[in-house]
């Protein structure tokens, strides 16, 4: 189990898994940094790389903390057909 400072949530199961789906999508949600919590900003540390003509890599941080990686990979040059997105660190 990861080490966390985080207090545990009151809710129990069944009220957890209804906070978590999304009827929208049919999925259960498992938010990211920005989608995480309402009012959340990322700003001046989101580094964006060109890879390639075709892929960029955006590094996130918060308070010169490393938080994660993403690279986005494109059809072309365009940038306007997406392929995949995956976090690589």
Same mark, same amino acid.
């Given at each position: ?10 809710? %129990? ?9 999304? +009827?929208?999508?049919? @999925?259960?949600? /498992? ?19 060109n890879?390639?003509n %075709?892929?960029e890599?955006f ?5 010169? +903390?490393?938080?994660? @990686?993403?690279? /986005? ?17």
């Amino acid at each position: 189990m990861a080490t966390t400072k985080k207090s545990y949530s009151d809710l %129990d199961q069944q009220q957890i898994f209804k906070r978590s789906y999304n +009827e929208e999508s049919g @999925t259960l949600g /498992v938010d990211g940094f920005v989608a995480g919590k309402v009012g959340r900003k990322v700003v001046r540390s989101i580094t964006t790389t060109n890879v390639a003509n %075709d892929t960029e890599v955006f590094t996130f941080s918060e308070n010169g +903390e490393h938080l994660f @990686t993403i690279q /986005v990979v494109y059809a072309d040059d365009t940038l306007a057909t997406l392929v995949s997105v995956e976090r690589t660190a």
